[in-house]
C-alpha cells in the first residue's frame, strides 16, 4: 500500500484539486491521510462537503504543529511506501502506478522521482528554469550517491520537492526532513532525498507525473532568506560525512557553487569565511 500524506494549511480550495488528483490515481492501493495545521476551519469544511470520508483520513491539529505536522503525517502512515503531496500540487493520474513498477521489478531502489511540470496559481504551465528543468531524456537507473552528487555540486534540488518523490518508508530511519541528527526546515525535502539516496539507487522517469505550482503565497516564498543559504551550506558539510562529494574535486564544486550565490552579500561573510577555510584543507 502507499501512502499519500499531505500536510494542509489554509488552502482549502487547492488542496481539493489535489486530494482529488490523489483519488484519480490508477493504482488501486493508496490511502489518503491529511493533517490539518490551519488556523481556521475553512479545511475542515471543505472535506466535510467534498469528500466521502470512507475515501480519507483527515486530523486536524488542536494547535499549530509546524514542522511536527510533517511527522504526524508520517506517523499515521500505514503503507509500505510514502508520498507527500502539497495541498498546492498535484499529481498526474498515472504518477504512482508508473513510479511503483520499478520498487516491484528492481533491487536496491530507495527513491523514484520524475521530472516535474510547473504550473501557475490557475493551472496553466509553465516554462521549466533552474531546478525543475528536466535532468534526462531517457528514463535512468542510478547510483543514489550519483544522483545526490549531481544535486549538491549545482547547489539545486533537481530532485523534487516533497509532492515529487516515491519511497519505501522503511527506508527512512530519521523523521521527514532530517539528516544526520539535524532538523531542516527550509529544504527538509533535500535532506531526506540525501539519506535515501545514500542507500541505494534510484530511478529518475522524464515523464511529468506531478505538477508543482508556483504562487504568490507558498510558505518557502514567505521563509527564505539568510537561513535557507545557511542550511544548504550545512547539508553540503554533513554530505561529504555520508559518501558524497566523495572526491576533493567534487566537494570543492559544491562548496564554490555555493560561494559564488552568496559572495556578494555581507551577511553570508561568516560562510564564505568557513568556506574558504575548507578550500584551504583541500588543496
Not at 226 to 247: C, N, V, Y
Request: charged letters at 25%; proline letters at 3%.
Amino acid at each position: 500500500m502507499v501512502s499519500v500524506v499531505i500536510p494542509a494549511y489554509n488552502r482549502p480550495d487547492t488542496l481539493k484539486l489535489a486530494i482529488e488528483s490523489a483519488l484519480e490515481q490508477s493504482y488501486p492501493n493508496i490511502e489518503i491521510i491529511i493533517c490539518d495545521d490551519s488556523s481556521d476551519d475553512r479545511v475542515k469544511e471543505m472535506i466535510e462537503t467534498s469528500f466521502d470520508s470512507s475515501t480519507l483520513k483527515y486530523y486536524k491539529n488542536e494547535r499549530n504543529l509546524f514542522l511536527e505536522n510533517w511527522h504526524k503525517c508520517y506517523a499515521l502512515a500505514t503503507g509500505e511506501f510514502i508520498n507527500y503531496l502539497m495541498d498546492d500540487d498535484l499529481f498526474h493520474k498515472e504518477k504512482i502506478k508508473k513510479m511503483m513498477y520499478f520498487f516491484t521489478e528492481f533491487a536496491d531502489i530507495t527513491l523514484v522521482t520524475s521530472y516535474r511540470q510547473t504550473i501557475n496559481e490557475f493551472g496553466d504551465l509553465l516554462v521549466p528554469t533552474g531546478a525543475t528543468a528536466k535532468v534526462f531524456k531517457e528514463t535512468r537507473i542510478l547510483n543514489g550517491k550519483l544522483l545526490g552528487n549531481i544535486a549538491l555540486t549545482q547547489y539545486l534540488n533537481i530532485i523534487g520537492e516533497p509532492t515529487t518523490v516515491l519511497f519505501r518508508k522503511k527506508d527512512l530511519n530519521e523523521p521527514f526532513g532530517c539528516y544526520k541528527g539535524k532538523q531542516y526546515s527550509l529544504i527538509n525535502d533535500m535532506a531526506s532525498w540525501l539519506s535515501l539516496l545514500s542507500k541505494g539507487k534510484a530511478v529518475y522517469i522524464p515523464e511529468a507525473l506531478s505538477y508543482y505550482r508556483l504562487h504568490p503565497k507558498q510558505n518557502n516564498k514567505k521563509m527564505k532568506g539568510t537561513t535557507l543559504f545557511s542550511q544548504w551550506l550545512d547539508i553540503i558539510i554533513a554530505s561529504r560525512e555520508d559518501g558524497f562529494l566523495e572526491t576533493n574535486d567534487l566537494y570543492k564544486t559544491a562548496l564554490q557553487a555555493y560561494r559564488a550565490r552568496v559572495l556578494d552579500f555581507p551577511q553570508f561573510a561568516a560562510d564564505v569565511s568557513r568556506i574558504d577555510d575548507i578550500l584551504v584543507t583541500l588543496h
